[in-house]
């Protein structure tokens, strides 16, 4: 059974960087033909897409978080990374990590505030 989960602060404050880590466990994230992505559901708001990391570890990205996300993973661990630079209270969110486009972490609720 593939499971997965996030860790990683509940709290942070403008304009640092966020990091959250996804392990993945019942599969390898090198794992061919399958994609890791970071989702997130900010309040009153749909889910959105922020990126993903192929099995080869290629780095994909929405336009709209391009310039300020980088994920990357550690194969040792079967895990991958989000990191989220300059946050601002609109970054408040539950964070998902997703295997494919079915199989999801439980989230994590990370709110940006001083």
């Known amino acids: 059974q593939v499971q997965l989960q996030e860790s990683g602060p509940g709290l942070v404050e403008p304009a640092t960087t966020l990091s959250l880590t996804c392990t993945v466990s019942?599969?390898?994230?090198?794992?061919?033909?399958?994609?890791f992505s970071w989702v997130r559901r900010p309040p009153r708001k749909g889910l959105e897409w922020m990126g993903a990391i192929s099995y080869s570890g290629v780095p994909y990205y929405d336009p709209s978080f391009k310039s300020r996300t980088s994920i990357n993973r550690d194969t040792s661990k079967n895990q991958f990374s989000l990191h989220l630079a300059s946050v601002t209270p609109e970054d408040t969110a539950v964070y998902y990590c997703v295997r494919g486009v079915s199989i999801w972490g439980q989230g994590t609720q990370v709110t940006v505030s001083s």
């Open positions: 019942g599969d390898s994230i090198t794992a061919n033909s399958i994609y």
